[in-house]
């Protein structure tokens, strides 16, 4: 079973994956990507240059960074998952998806009946209860954009788990085949819970409720796709099988146990009961040793295959967010600590711990997997070269980010302990703003080079590479 996802299994002729589908909510993907990545420049540039684009309604702090976010996880990384899982989902159940009909109208209510209705939304700022923006982390697309977001999970919950519950390898799953389960089966339910309940639940009822969402959007929608991802492409590119079947299985089952209780660590200190408070810190601490062994096991499978990992742009993208992946979440178990919370909260050391999240491991790892499609599927066009510059500028500008945040939210924290005046911390940080905002420009071109890269038309020695 460790075996099932082999090099050669990559093209399996059993296989009758929609190449269409999955180069349509590829693009999708790269497009969301940039707009959501400028809006986020734009929304660091107005920290260090507060009159920017004053006189435009459309483009106040708060609208632009709904956008960003809203963009990231349901343009960017959602389109990402979708190309995957329509590539990988038939290689793993040994039959095809449900409905290529089914697909296409998946795409467009993802794209044209939620991402872009609820980018328009969010600008539009109407007062109507269905259409007005929600003040929910990862979740402000209006009420009537989340109906639309609720379907589609349940629409791709008919699509790829299906052909894995009735297919031939029914029996004997690998793991990314339960962490698609997992995924889309904890995502359709935790989704209505952290993201519409609230709205509905006053007071901090309402607050605990979100919790199910604003951590879980995370935990249980990212991070099992994510994981199905680095679990397919690793042994799929190195030609080996996971080092451990059990590790990997033991994993699984810990996350899906343990990460519904983690949300509320956003709001220790809160008036949600304390006890709630302390489960959701035990909670943090518990996932956090389950990411130590997760990796371990990510790690240990590329043993020999370093020198691959190395020159092949895909996989190295795909490790390099796997080690990512370890530093945020023992980054996050730690922050869950009351001692560590007085320092951190509301600094920019939350802001870079969840950029190191959503652009360092799970970008990291759904770009290295779209360029393993994309070097595996043919009439799709590859450029390793282009790729290679889009690794290196992407992971320049990120750590030049996560180190300038982090060090400035420490020197925050420490300042907000004493008596000064809350406007000196605030001219304190503005060279470190700075730097935020210039770390996005090589994200940003590096965003462009990893379009040429799945969009160009590659040399003969670059095809050659690729293959």
Same mark, same amino acid.
């Given at each position: 079973?460790?075996?099932?996802?082999?090099?050669?299994?990559?093209?399996?002729?059993?296989?009758?994956?929609?190449?269409?589908?999955?180069?349509?909510?590829?693009?999708?993907?790269?497009?969301?990507?940039?707009?959501?990545?400028?809006?986020?420049?734009?929304?660091?540039?107005?920290?260090?240059?507060?009159?920017?684009?004053? +006189?435009?309604?459309?483009?106040?702090?708060?609208?632009?960074?709904?956008?960003?976010?809203?963009?990231?996880?349901?343009?960017?990384?959602?389109?990402?998952?979708?190309?995957?899982?329509?590539?990988?989902?038939?290689?793993?159940?040994?039959?095809?998806?449900?409905?290529?009909?089914?697909?296409?109208?998946?795409?467009?209510?993802? *794209?044209?009946?939620?991402?872009?209705?609820?980018?328009?939304?969010?600008?539009?700022?109407?007062?109507?209860?269905?259409?007005?923006?929600?003040?929910?982390?990862?979740?402000?697309?209006?009420?009537?954009? *989340?109906?639309?977001?609720?379907?589609?999970?349940?629409?791709?919950?008919?699509?790829?788990?299906?052909?894995?519950?009735?297919?031939?390898?029914?029996?004997?799953?690998?793991?990314?085949?339960?962490?698609?389960?997992?995924?889309?089966?904890?995502?359709?339910?935790?989704?209505?819970?952290?993201?519409?309940?609230?709205?509905?639940?006053?007071?901090?009822?309402?607050?605990?409720?979100?919790?199910?969402?604003?951590?879980?959007?995370?935990?249980?929608?990212?991070?099992?796709?994510?994981?199905?991802?680095?679990?397919?492409?690793?042994?799929?590119?190195?030609?080996?099988?996971?080092?451990?079947?059990?590790?990997?299985?033991?994993?699984?089952?810990?996350?899906?146990?343990?990460?519904?209780?983690?949300?509320?660590?956003?709001?220790?200190?809160?008036?949600?009961?304390?006890?709630?408070?302390?489960?959701?810190?035990?909670?943090?601490?518990?996932?956090?040793?389950?990411?130590?062994?997760?990796?371990? +096991?990510?790690?240990?499978?590329?043993?020999?295959?370093?020198?691959? %990992?190395?020159? *092949?742009? %895909?996989?190295?993208?795909?490790?390099?967010?796997?080690?990512?992946?370890?530093?945020?979440?023992?980054?996050?178990?730690?922050?869950?600590?009351?001692?560590?919370?007085?320092?951190?909260?509301?600094?920019?050391?939350?802001?870079?711990?969840?950029?190191?999240?959503?652009?360092?491991?799970?970008?990291?790892?759904?770009?290295?997997?779209?360029?393993?499609?994309?070097? *595996?599927?043919?009439?799709?066009?590859?450029?390793?070269?282009?790729?290679?510059?889009?690794?290196?500028?992407?992971?320049?500008?990120?750590?030049?980010?996560?180190?300038?945040?982090?060090?400035?939210?420490?020197?925050?924290?420490?300042?907000?302990?004493?008596?000064?005046?809350?406007?000196?911390?605030?001219?304190?940080?503005?060279?470190?703003?700075?730097?935020?905002?210039?770390?996005?420009?090589?994200?940003?071109?590096?965003?462009?080079?990893?379009?040429?890269?799945?969009?160009?038309?590659?040399?003969?020695?670059?095809?050659?590479?690729?293959?």
């Amino acid at each position: 079973m460790n075996a099932l996802i082999t090099a050669e299994g990559e093209h399996s002729p059993r296989c009758a994956v929609s190449t269409a589908l999955t180069r349509a909510h590829g693009y999708a993907a790269l497009a969301t990507l940039v707009i959501s990545g400028l809006c986020g420049l734009v929304v660091a540039l107005k920290f260090v240059l507060p009159d920017f684009l004053t +006189n435009t309604p459309s483009a106040t702090w708060g609208l632009l960074r709904y956008d960003h976010t809203q963009g990231i996880m349901f343009g960017w990384l959602g389109n990402g998952f979708l190309a995957f899982l329509y590539f990988a989902t038939p290689r793993l159940a040994g039959r095809d998806v449900f409905s290529a009909r089914l697909g296409w109208a998946l795409f467009i209510l993802w *794209n044209v009946g939620q991402v872009l209705p609820g980018w328009i939304l969010i600008e539009a700022n109407l007062p109507q209860r269905l259409l007005a923006i929600k003040p929910l982390e990862w979740t402000e697309f209006p009420l009537a954009i *989340n109906a639309v977001t609720e379907l589609c999970l349940m629409l791709m919950v008919v699509q790829f788990l299906w052909p894995l519950i009735v297919g031939p390898e029914r029996h004997r799953l690998y793991i990314s085949a339960w962490y698609i389960l997992g995924g889309a089966v904890f995502s359709a339910l935790a989704f209505p819970m952290g993201s519409l309940v609230p709205e509905f639940t006053p007071g901090a009822v309402g607050a605990a409720f979100s919790g199910l969402w604003i951590h879980d959007a995370v935990g249980l929608l990212v991070t099992p796709f994510i994981l199905a991802m680095a679990y397919y492409v690793i042994p799929a590119t190195t030609g080996k099988p996971i080092y451990s079947h059990f590790i990997s299985m033991l994993g699984f089952w810990i996350l899906f146990f343990v990460y519904p209780l983690n949300g509320t660590h956003h709001y220790v200190y809160s008036a949600i009961p304390m006890d709630t408070q302390k489960a959701a810190i035990a909670a943090s601490l518990l996932l956090g040793c389950d990411v130590i062994m997760v990796v371990y +096991n990510l790690l240990r499978s590329l043993d020999g295959s370093w020198k691959l %990992a190395r020159q *092949n742009v %895909a996989l190295r993208f795909i490790w390099v967010g796997v080690v990512f992946y370890l530093v945020v979440s023992v980054q996050g178990a730690l922050q869950a600590l009351m001692p560590v919370q007085r320092t951190i909260h509301f600094t920019d050391w939350v802001i870079g711990h969840s950029h190191l999240a959503m652009l360092g491991f799970a970008s990291f790892i759904a770009t290295g997997t779209l360029l393993h499609i994309w070097q *595996n599927l043919t009439g799709l066009r590859y450029h390793p070269r282009h790729a290679n510059r889009a690794f290196w500028l992407i992971f320049g500008g990120l750590m030049l980010m996560v180190v300038d945040l982090s060090v400035i939210g420490i020197i925050q924290g420490r300042m907000w302990a004493t008596t000064q005046p809350w406007m000196d911390s605030v001219r304190m940080s503005m060279p470190w703003w700075w730097i935020r905002a210039i770390s996005g420009l090589p994200i940003l071109l590096g965003f462009g080079f990893l379009i040429a890269a799945m969009a160009g038309k590659p040399t003969e020695d670059n095809a050659r590479e690729a293959r």
